[in-house]
């Protein structure tokens, strides 16, 4: 409709010269970049959206819901075209995405579609993998472990508490999970789908590659776990112009490689 009128306009010649106010804003998408490419063990969640970027391409429809995956998502996962980030938004119901996944799947069939979820979100309705093993539903579901309910001790910390957030437990039949708690590759196996997990970011595109191939070949919901840091705050606030930042910003293109727009080192944007 919008395409349209302006095709109309610029046939009539009536259509304002936007060339300017265009380039000035791919400058400012040159600057400001947060820092993504972080090599810590355990894992930084910003450096699990950029291998996401760099390994899903522009036909990919993510499925999330709620919590600091959600939120972080959200910022850094770079979405193609209409219908391609579905999201209970807000304050969405916790066990959401695997369904809501599932759903998608089976509404776009032969398209690549991709969950994303917290470790709580996940176990929240974990046993739907089943319904995906069963049905043939092939999606990739990316679980950021960091043991936590992350949203709610972020919100905890004006009051200085970090009370019943923590999801950790010794599980003495897995050590492998180093604390980490509820063995997701395991429970994902046993529920007839196939499952990774990575605990060091430069393994995370191979990961995401294989997962890709599990999907096509086995045709069931295929499982990337990645163990997080634990205590990640990830940036927001109530107002764009009052969002609170956690990390460094990117000094360099490097710092950011998957930014749409690269990150300048000279660029000088007008008022
Ligand atoms: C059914 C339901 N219960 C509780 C909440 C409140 N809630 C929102 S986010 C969150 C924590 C989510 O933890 P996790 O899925 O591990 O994501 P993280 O924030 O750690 O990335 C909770 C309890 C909710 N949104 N839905
Ligand atoms: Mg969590």
Redesign the pocket.
């Known amino acids: 409709m919008i395409l349209q009128v302006v095709r109309e306009r610029k046939a009539a010649g009536t259509l304002p010269d936007y060339s300017q106010w265009a380039a000035a804003a791919t400058a400012r998408k040159s600057t400001g970049h947060r820092k993504t490419n972080f090599e810590n063990i355990p894992i930084k969640p910003q450096r699990v959206y950029q291998e996401m970027n760099a390994a899903f391409g522009q036909d990919t429809t993510y499925v999330s819901t709620?919590?600091?995956?959600?939120i972080a998502g959200a910022q850094m996962l770079h979405v193609y075209g209409p219908r391609k980030w579905i999201n209970a938004g807000q304050?969405?119901?916790?066990?959401w995405t695997g369904p809501a996944a599932l759903g998608v799947v089976r509404g776009k069939p032969g398209e690549r579609v991709v969950a994303l979820?917290?470790?709580?979100?996940?176990q929240?309705m974990i046993e739907e993998l089943a319904v995906g093993a069963q049905f043939k539903l092939p999606y990739v579901h990316v679980v950021?472990n960091?043991s936590?309910?992350?949203?709610?001790r972020q919100s905890q910390r004006p009051f200085e508490m970090d009370y019943h957030v923590s999801?950790g437990f010794d599980n003495i039949n897995s050590p492998e999970t180093n604390g980490y708690g509820v063995d997701h590759v395991k429970v994902a196996e046993g529920l007839g789908c196939k499952a990774v997990r990575v605990t060091d970011p430069a393994k995370l595109a191979d990961a995401f590659a294989q997962a890709n191939t599990l999907a096509d070949e086995h045709q069931v919901p295929v499982v990337v776990e990645v163990i997080l840091e634990k205590v990640t705050n990830i940036a927001m606030g109530a107002q764009l112009d009052a969002v609170n930042e956690f990390e460094d910003l990117a000094l360099e293109p490097g710092d950011a490689p998957t930014a749409l727009v690269p990150l300048g080192d000279s660029v000088t944007v007008d008022a």
């Open positions: 709620i919590g600091l995956s959600q304050a969405g119901p916790l066990g979820s917290g470790d709580y979100d996940f929240f950021v960091n936590y309910l992350g949203l709610i999801l």
